[in-house]
């Protein structure tokens, strides 16, 4: 048997060592391998989850910037959420907020309807497709083309002062954002595999006209001639008929009526220090200092409100087909840019539905014309209610003098007054109101 050299067998051994350890590192390299993708594909999860998150709270917040935005859209609204005149239509703040608008008596309590509109976003051109649904317990579903949505709510906020009553004039809006599923978001219709979010914030009515304690006020002169009928039955502003900075004239057959019992002498207050103050700051009326004090913001800024329809008309039949156009579509608050003059049979507003006249210009009201709500004019020359027999039935004034030798009647009405404010008053958020969640699959509510 022949041996083999001790050099060859050192050699052979030193092989195989060089192999394990080279087999060793290999494993090593592979653990590590296998450690670093498992850490980039957790890394990928997370961030696939976070982008999830943001979209989804993207969504949810878009949802809020809609219902405000169309909160604050005057015009009427069909099952779309889009324009639509249609009898029977309302405008979305009446449909989901304000329900008590058309109540028997209207209160300023918010009492929304358990109904749930909302909208899907197509991911690819971002187009909206919206329901507005006008049944209890409906919520929106735009189909499952779609991708990704969101219904909102509305809720009455509570007092925080006393828990039986809630704030009037303000609403609590919550949109709840899906962006994992077909069909409806939020409201119970969660699988394990959904992205969920809800953001809330609570909305309240803005700088809104202030109700003047008479039917008329005027910043200078009140001269009533002709055959008017003045009446204020309102205890709380202890039936004022006439307001004026400087002098109160009347005239002719106008008769007047305040509070059972008080001689109608003492419901004429002229001389006002208040009203003489304003108008005397502003004798041309180009600061409409009368208008802040009554609107509480500056009539340039009422003009470009959302919810003011801006109108100009040559004539009395233009100025009437183009209000009753906008009347018509849903809107209730104008601002005329030229004088307001309107002639024949026309009844604009009700007492749960008032309607707001703003002019920088003049008023010459002619024929049998009945406004339910707030008129004012800018004119610092005349404002004239004409001949015929125009009735308002809530307050008129006037920055500087105002004259009529018409018929008519002046009938203070509290409640449509109320109702114009919150027609007119755009809604704003509540700071410190805003509450945003992303919500997993057990999180429901």
């Known amino acids: 048997m022949r041996l083999r050299p001790l050099s060859s067998v050192r050699h052979s051994q030193r092989g195989v060592a060089t192999l394990v350890v080279a087999l060793l590192m290999l494993f090593?390299?592979?653990?590590?391998?296998?450690?670093?993708?498992?850490?980039?594909?957790?890394?990928?999860r997370a961030s696939g989850n976070q982008m999830q998150a943001t979209l989804t709270q993207e969504v949810a917040e878009a949802g809020i910037e809609w219902a405000t935005g169309m909160l604050n859209a005057p015009y009427d609204i069909g099952p779309d959420c889009k324009f639509s005149n249609a009898f029977g239509n309302e405008s979305f703040r009446k449909r989901y907020a304000f329900t008590e608008?058309?109540?028997?008596?209207?209160?300023t309590d918010v009492k929304p309807a358990a109904i749930y509109p909302g909208c899907k976003i197509n991911p690819t051109s971002g187009a909206l497709t919206c329901q507005c649904p006008t049944v209890d317990g409906t919520v929106a579903d735009a189909g499952a083309a779609e991708q990704p949505g969101f219904s909102v709510a509305f809720e009455p906020v509570p007092d925080p002062d006393d828990a039986t009553k809630t704030i009037a004039d303000a609403v609590k809006v919550t949109s709840w954002a899906c962006t994992a599923q077909s069909g409806k978001c939020g409201w119970n219709n969660y699988t394990e595999a959904e992205g969920h979010a809800r953001v809330s914030v609570i909305l309240k009515l803005g700088l809104a006209p202030r109700a003047p304690a008479a039917p008329l006020t005027c910043g200078t002169?009140?001269?009533?001639?002709?055959?008017?009928n003045i009446v204020n039955k309102d205890v709380a502003t202890n039936g004022i008929l006439i307001n004026a900075g400087t002098t109160i004239a009347v005239a002719g057959s106008t008769t007047m009526e305040s509070l059972e019992g008080q001689p109608v002498n003492n419901a004429k207050i002229a001389d006002d220090p208040s009203l003489l103050a304003l108008s005397s700051s502003d004798p041309t009326c180009d600061k409409s200092a009368m208008f802040k004090a009554y609107f509480s913001m500056t009539i340039e800024r009422f003009r470009d409100s959302p919810t003011t329809k801006v109108l100009s008309c040559g004539s009395a039949s233009d100025c009437k087909n183009k209000l009753d156009t906008a009347y018509n579509e849903g809107w209730r608050s104008f601002y005329f840019e030229t004088d307001l003059q309107l002639s024949g049979n026309?009844?604009?507003?009700?007492?749960?539905?008032?309607?707001?006249?703003?002019?920088?210009?003049?008023?010459?009201?002619?024929?049998?014309?009945?406004?339910?709500?707030?008129?004012?004019?800018?004119?610092?020359?005349?404002?004239?209610?004409?001949?015929?027999?125009?009735t308002i039935h809530g307050a008129q004034v006037t920055c500087a003098a105002y004259n009529t030798n018409g018929n008519g009647t002046l009938n203070y009405d509290p409640d449509a007054l109320k109702?114009?404010?919150?027609?007119?008053?755009?809604?704003?958020?509540?700071?410190?109101?805003w509450r945003d969640f992303i919500l997993d699959s057990d999180a429901k509510k």
């Not at 608008?101 to 209160?107: R, Y």
């Not at 009844?347 to 210009?361: E, F, K, M």
């Open 28 to 44: 090593v390299v592979s653990l590590g391998a296998l450690y670093v993708n498992r850490g980039v594909m957790a890394e990928q």
């Open 101 to 107: 608008w058309d109540a028997a008596t209207p209160s």
């Open 221 to 228: 002169s009140c001269d009533v001639k002709g055959s008017f």
């Open 346 to 390: 026309n009844t604009y507003g009700s007492q749960a539905d008032p309607i707001i006249l703003v002019t920088p210009n003049a008023i010459k009201i002619n024929g049998n014309n009945v406004f339910y709500g707030l008129i004012f004019s800018n004119s610092a020359d005349w404002n004239d209610i004409g001949t015929g027999s125009a």
């Open 419 to 433: 109702n114009a404010r919150r027609m007119s008053a755009p809604m704003a958020r509540v700071p410190g109101s």
